[in-house]
């Protein structure tokens, strides 16, 4: 895995300016660097060796009268059969490299190569001769491209730091994106926390053209039910793909472990790892924050070298200002902490590991997904003047009980009730919290483009499409990304595959999600695989004690001087963030997601914006009032 960053035009100092660039993204790839400049453009390079591990590696790359000039970030896993493709065409390879593969695909098909390749990518080629521009990202975001302007400048990096390095970019908070954060928990792409500066979408490419920027999609996971799909067909075709997907996943000129859960969806993965190594993380709060025996057992039963690290809670604690350092925004998952830990401990064994996300986003694996027949039974069941006046009254109540959300969500349309796997904050509470309520606005006029993109489907489907475009791409890529990253570790996911998706699409919902479980016919083809309890086990995600903690006085009274400090005050009223940090820490009411969105924003609006945006030490100081 690899980081790039570049700009185009002449600046003064233009080479000290990229090697700054480079190196804040050095964690992206510790092995080696590379650099390309000419009168128009200056392009950086940072490599983490996993394919021809030679110097034959290293970029940037040309094709053979170097006119295009690559960089690249990701793993293609279908470019040996690309390479020889384009040997057939009259094309000459100097390298064994899947990098080399794009730059003669892109000379031979231009943007027609995107959907011929399967893997992960983020990537920017150069042409030397009409001196343009262009980007491209993979099909579901699993790697990163931001991009900005500077006056006549076009600026673009893996992440965000390499940007904040270029001369002349004015850093200016983007309130906008606070509101957006405050309802998803993570900033909404395209738009960043940076005014400016933009994230490219999944399944996109870029030209920058004569000062001009133009986007455009190139796929779309768009679902295609097959309603006369039997469950076993569905079952035989989602193993058959999936195992091929690990096995070209596990492509490499290196060592591949595989990060392992007490779930399905990574314990799948890992069956695929006979005599090789699982790691797994967990904290000392009982068996509900510690999946570590599961993992063990599991590990045992297929026979892996399973490694483990409990997670102490002034090592969770003291390891948050660096975690939100590495993510560049301000990310309210708490798990991404622990990811950050489970892919430390992965980096001291190998360069590459497998993991299971979107297996929950492709196959309907989250419990929120069977709300709508669930739903569909109490509309049944009740007339409607009963709900609506049920509705009516649970909404007078002054407090909070069990059910509540319920009758008052039982009435509304899916694509009002369900913004995402997120919901912290709506438009009245925003409206209290925020120092300048005007920047609030519904979530749902961000959600309406996806729903609207595929009213004709059923509720489940929509839901899951959303899903796939926002939640997978704001929270668990991000996250999987940059926290991998900061360890200098390349994360790949087979569930995310094109190939795979293409068997996902087709499966009706009833083999998604039903009474009986929630991805029905991928439990079904994993139990093939996996004891029974392990492929039918209910989904946890990835378990963290933020709750306990938060009624815990030492890490309640950070909390509290985070939320009456000079940061806070300059965005929020503060006496509603103590009010629910208090009404949390009394055990009045669960709001430890809320609170935790919070403080996190506030974590790293100091690390930015008050700090400077350098890499930072342990816990930061709220002590000023």
């Known amino acids: 895995m690899c980081g790039v960053c570049g700009f185009t035009g002449e600046i003064l100092n233009r080479d000290e300016v990229l090697k700054n660039m480079t190196e804040v993204i050095t964690h992206r790839g510790p092995d080696s660097s590379g650099f390309y400049t000419d009168d128009a453009v200056s392009m950086g390079f940072r490599r983490l060796s996993i394919i021809d591990i030679a110097q034959t590696g290293d970029q940037p790359i ?44 892109f000379e031979e098909w231009q943007e027609g190569l995107l959907n011929r390749l399967r893997g992960m990518f983020g990537f920017a080629i150069w042409n030397t ?48 994106t606070l509101n957006n954060y405050l309802s998803f928990q993570y900033a909404v792409p395209p738009e960043t926390f940076f005014e400016g500066v933009y994230c490219l979408m999944p399944a996109h490419y870029l030209w920058y053209r004569d000062g001009k920027i133009t986007t455009h999609r190139y796929w779309d996971p768009l679902f295609h039910p097959d309603e006369t799909l039997t469950e076993e067909e569905a079952v035989n075709r989602i193993e058959k793909v999936f195992e091929e997907s690990v096995s070209a996943h596990k492509i490499s000129d290196v060592e591949v472990g595989c990060f392992l859960s007490s779930g399905v969806d990574s314990s799948y993965v890992s069956t695929y790892f006979a005599d090789q190594k699982t790691f797994t993380v967990g904290f000392d709060f009982g068996e509900k924050y510690n999946e570590i025996d599961w993992a063990k057992r599991l590990s045992e039963h297929i026979g892996v070298d399973h490694h483990y690290k409990v997670i102490s809670s002034d090592e969770f604690w003291g390891n948050i200002k660096k975690v939100q350092y590495h993510m560049d925004q301000p990310l ?76 008052t969500r039982g009435e509304l349309p899916t694509n009002e009730k369900f913004i995402g796997n997120a919901k912290m904050f709506g438009y009245g509470e925003k409206q209290k919290l925020l120092k300048e309520p005007q920047y609030a606005t519904r979530p749902q006029e961000l959600t309406k483009k996806y729903y609207d993109k595929v009213s004709d489907m059923d509720e489940v489907t929509r839901m899951q499409y959303l899903d796939i475009n926002m939640w997978m791409v704001g929270d668990i890529l991000l996250k999987a990304d940059r926290m991998s990253m900061a360890n200098s570790l390349e994360l790949r996911v087979p569930f995310l595959d094109k190939e795979v998706f293409k068997v996902a699409s087709t499966l009706p919902t009833r083999l998604r999600v039903n009474k009986k479980n929630t991805k029905y016919a991928m439990r079904e083809a994993a139990m093939r695989h996996l004891p029974q309890a392990t492929a039918q086990k209910e989904k946890l995600g990835f378990p963290v004690p933020t709750r306990v903690w938060l009624r815990d006085e030492k890490y309640y009274q950070i909390v509290k001087d985070a939320f009456t400090s000079e940061i806070a005050e300059k965005f929020f009223n503060t006496e509603e963030l103590v009010k629910i940090l208090d009404t949390h820490y009394h055990n009045r009411q669960d709001y430890s997601r809320r609170i935790w969105t919070l403080f996190i924003f506030i974590v790293w609006y100091q690390i930015y914006f008050e700090d400077g945006g350098h890499e930072p030490g342990n816990f930061p100081d709220f002590s000023k009032k």
């Open 62 to 105: 040309y094709n053979e009268d170097h006119t295009l000039v690559l960089t690249f970030n990701g793993e293609i896993y279908n470019y040996k059969d690309l390479r020889a493709e384009l040997l057939e065409k009259g094309h000459v390879f100097t390298t064994n490299t899947d990098s080399e593969v794009l730059i003669h695909g």
């Open 129 to 176: 001769k009409d001196h343009s521009l262009f980007l491209a990202r993979d099909f579901f975001g699993i790697k990163p491209m931001h991009y900005t302007t500077v006056g006549d400048h076009f600026v673009y990096g893996s992440e965000i730091k390499s940007i904040l390095q270029f001369p002349g970019f004015e850093k200016k908070f983007n309130m906008n």
């Open 332 to 407: 309210a998952d708490p798990s991404c902490i622990a990811l950050y830990f489970v892919s430390k401990l992965a980096s001291e064994y190998v360069k590459v590991v497998l993991s299971g996300e979107g297996a929950d986003e492709l196959f309907g694996g989250y419990q929120i997904y069977n709300e709508p027949r669930v739903f569909h039974l109490y509309q049944k069941i009740l007339p409607q003047w009963l709900r609506t006046a049920m509705r009516k009254l649970v909404q007078k109540v002054p407090f909070h009980f069990r059910g509540q959300s319920f009758v």
